[in-house]
């Protein structure tokens, strides 16, 4: 008899330490199983049935998986960011896409063999969006989910094909197939945009100078930002993210019309993280350094994002603008994070 539970990969990520917890929080009784190829902490392994260090590549793991459980959500959250997956493609793409691959087969058999959907969580990314140079991106504003494509880096492209795999999985999986399945993968996205986390630093990334300044100038340690004070992207709180993924995974498929949805909190440049951390910390030394390689990356991703489908569709509302994200979440938390 399989156990029934929620699979979360890159558990031992951003996201994934969160999710966890909140989880465990709503759901008392849930059977979280966990994947990450580095340990999670014993606080985070308490709160899960199984863990498994291991790469979502091993297709081993993933058999003995099916073998074991009924998954009725599967948040795959296991990815090489944009920074690293630029210096590392082929490992990005293999991650990136052959890991998705993998897991979205994982829930088409359990769907297949329990006859119910299977929920499928997939954290996208702006990353999706290709815009060609700073002056279109500026001129662009709020940009909705089917405009401007064009993907630069491997990370990007890599998210916008799994969106399209997603999309395949869930609507058209096998469609010549003469016996239809009577169940199928609910794949749903969140193209997220850059997170900031009080708890975790970000690693690999190339929105991580706004977190990265912060967590250093909390640490007493100077920091080279690697973009102008000009550079500008949406962003949005860890806790918003979270629930927004868990949001989206409690409605109700009749009303979700799309399978990829944009989620905003608010758009800020470098020099509105540099004057928000300053006032927190008065000390604190930052230099902007712009890596123009980088920055070329930051240049080519939106500066807002028109969320309105996940508004009407999932009731997406964030809980922080910038405002309350600082003053009342990232500042109090990092300070005591980083107390000596
Ligand atoms: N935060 C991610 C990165 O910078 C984008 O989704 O790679």
Redesign the pocket.
Known sequence: MSTRAVLITGANGEIGHGLVSRLTEKHPDIHIVAIDVHPLSKALQDQCHEVIVGDVLDSTMIDRLAAFYDFSSIYHLAAI?????EREPVLGHRVNVDGTLGLLELAARQARATGENVKFLF?????AYGLPDVATKMRAGKVKENEWLDAR?M?GIN?KYCEDLGRYYNWYYRQIDPQPTAAHVDFRAIR????ISAITM?T?????YGPEMMHNAAAGKPYDCFVPESATLPFMTMPDAINALLQLEETPAKNLTQVVYNIGAFSVSARDFYDVIKEAFPEAVVNFKPDVLRQK?VDS?PANVDDSWARKEWGWQPEYDFVRAFREYLIPAVKERYRT
């Open positions: 960011l944009s920074t690293k997956a954290p996208s990314s702006i990353a880096t990370y998210k997220f945009p850059g997170l970000p690999g990334g190339t929105s991580d990356i991703w």
